[in-house]
């Protein structure tokens, strides 16, 4: 059967553009049946400092016309910290409803990690993108004054909640080792904290075959560099989340390594793919970026849309890859090169 | 010149009682003119299950009266998650003002390290205590409905967060390499976010000879497993904090060896010292509990009483110890014992 894939593709700046390329090269070569049809936003700090806009809503309404988005990297040193990760990043996860951020860690032969022994390292990351301290509600009162005073609200509602929870058992149980870790600080933030606690007690009642543990973040992040292996799917908020999957692509790889999928998993909305990593405007236009994590995250955005068996070609030639690269430094476009022969072969 | 210390301990729960029996036996062999007098407290889990008290008032004012306190571990799996946390630890901290949460780490020969290749390892935490997430400010509506919300709210006062970013100085100011992290997440909580930049760049004038550097809560992960040796003195909020120095604690021989202070640098009131760990009600009574910790946060009392000398005593003895222990398992008694011989030789 024949799929038309209707891609927007925001490149971005600094080596976005570069990985994108290569995301877009082995997204054409795995597919045989599928057609894409991709059209690109001009988003990020260069419109931004041409135009002064972020994310104009006649371009999210284009946007939204879309079966799925691919965003490279934005961003440069030039734009004041916040104005794209609120204005551009934040809106579409918001405006779209990306309440499950998808972000999976692998250790397979090839994967450097600081880790002298890190063990069998295969989980996923659920963090909710919708509610806690991202929502921007906070302010700030009498600035630059010496009584200044700035607050940071934390929302979490149990509508929100429960859905990301659900949807973090759901991949649980599909998975072999049926484990399911919800990371908190429920003993200091109580409130949201026992809102977290109670539904996901509540909804594993549902899923008796998942087994279900619990850590403090802080806790959390020792195991990660003690006894990764411990992970299988890992539910938390947006805060934690951002926190543990940085850390979680530290031990396997590097943020070069890393995909993420900022998904609404009910479909009301295009989902967006991108890689974890940032513009890294030092190495711009050398060529020498890892497309990595813009491959696999279009492995994920494959899976989204159904077609899994073209994203497990994809994971598969980039296990594949990583196993045989060796040291050698590569340029972006061979990697993408490479992945693309494997990918079509 | 003779000095009386006037110490207040709680030993807690699970090992509490077993590792700071160890911190007082090298305190007193350690200090050769000053006198120590210490006073017991019943806090802890053990006294919540027998009268529901957490610290009862005239308790708090007791302990007021006091040079210092010394805390073991406070908790049992029976008492609710938060009880303890914010009835008795956490209002410690609040009561007493304890603005700066002090948590050194440090890799010597003999510290275990799940890095393949850490570097030298030297810094200290300087952590907010008396703001951020942790204030105990939020509340949640139509809890336990599909149409629950929970908030927390984290409030930052410039009040607040200078004088914990003017201590951070302080110290870095004082250590060899000058140097000062702050950690945050300003492109997403960017009233607190702001307000903390600008008054680490206000300060920061006052101190030119101390190197500012700026790190996401995110990538600051990431460089405490693939670079720590970058750090010298981190400044952060309450809640990074908390993630980053078990963090810290784990690449850094375990929570098992991480100490720490919550310190009034005023001295309007008692500061408080701590091991990082907690009650392990696992290996309670074994007596195969590690005291390492609690015996540093006894040198981290003696240096914030003005007793350098003693300090450094412990802290060389500790170092001597832990290059010396190997691998064969200790008892509690045993490493306390040897580290009471080494600082009174
Ligand atoms: C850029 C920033 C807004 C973003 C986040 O905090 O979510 C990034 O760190 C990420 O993890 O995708
Ligand atoms: C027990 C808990 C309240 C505490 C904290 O979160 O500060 C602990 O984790 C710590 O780091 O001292």
Redesign the pocket.
């Known amino acids: 059967m024949t799929q038309n894939i209707n891609l927007a593709v925001i490149p971005g700046d600094g080596i976005g553009p570069e990985v994108v390329n290569e995301g877009l090269k082995v997204l054409d070569a795995v597919l045989a049946d599928a057609k894409v049809s991709t059209t690109e936003y001009d988003l990020g700090a260069r419109r931004w400092h041409a135009t002064g806009e972020t994310l104009p809503d006649t371009v999210l309404e284009e946007l939204r016309g879309h079966d799925a988005i691919l965003l490279g990297a934005v961003g440069d040193p030039g734009v004041p910290s916040g104005v794209l990760?609120r204005g551009l990043?934040?809106k579409l996860r918001f405006a779209f409803d990306h309440y499950v951020n998808l972000r999976p860690s692998r250790i397979v032969p090839g994967v450097e990690t600081p880790l002298a022994d890190p063990g069998e390292v295969d989980f996923v990351v659920v963090r909710e993108g919708t509610e806690g301290p991202?929502v921007g509600n906070g302010g700030a009162l009498r600035v630059g004054t010496p009584y200044e005073i700035a607050n940071e609200v934390s929302v979490n509602t149990a509508f929100g909640v429960e859905r990301v929870v659900r949807d973090a058992f759901r991949r649980a149980q599909d998975r072999p080792r049926r484990k399911l870790t919800f990371i908190h600080k429920h003993n200091v933030l109580v409130h949201a904290g026992h809102l977290w606690r109670r539904t996901v007690e509540r909804v594993g009642e549902e899923y008796p075959g998942v087994t279900v543990d619990y850590l403090h973040i802080d806790a959390a992040t020792i195991f990660m560099v003690t006894d990764p292996s411990r992970f299988d799917v890992i539910v938390t908020d947006n805060l934690f989340g951002?926190i543990i999957?940085?850390l979680a692509a530290a031990i396997s790889g590097g943020i070069g390594l890393a995909a993420?999928g900022n998904v609404n998993p009910d479909r009301t909305s295009p989902s967006m793919f991108e890689p974890?990593h940032?513009s890294a405007p030092d190495i711009v236009g050398q060529g020498i970026a890892d497309p990595t994590a813009t491959v696999s995250s279009v492995a994920l955005l494959l899976e989204h849309l159904g077609l899994d068996d073209a994203a497990a070609r994809i994971n598969d030639a980039v296990t594949a890859d990583l196993a045989e690269r060796g040291s050698a430094p590569r340029r972006t476009s061979e990697i993408g090169d490479a992945l693309a022969a494997r990918v079509s072969s």
Request: avoid cysteine.
């Open positions: 990760e990043l934040l991202y951002d999957t940085d993420s974890v940032g």
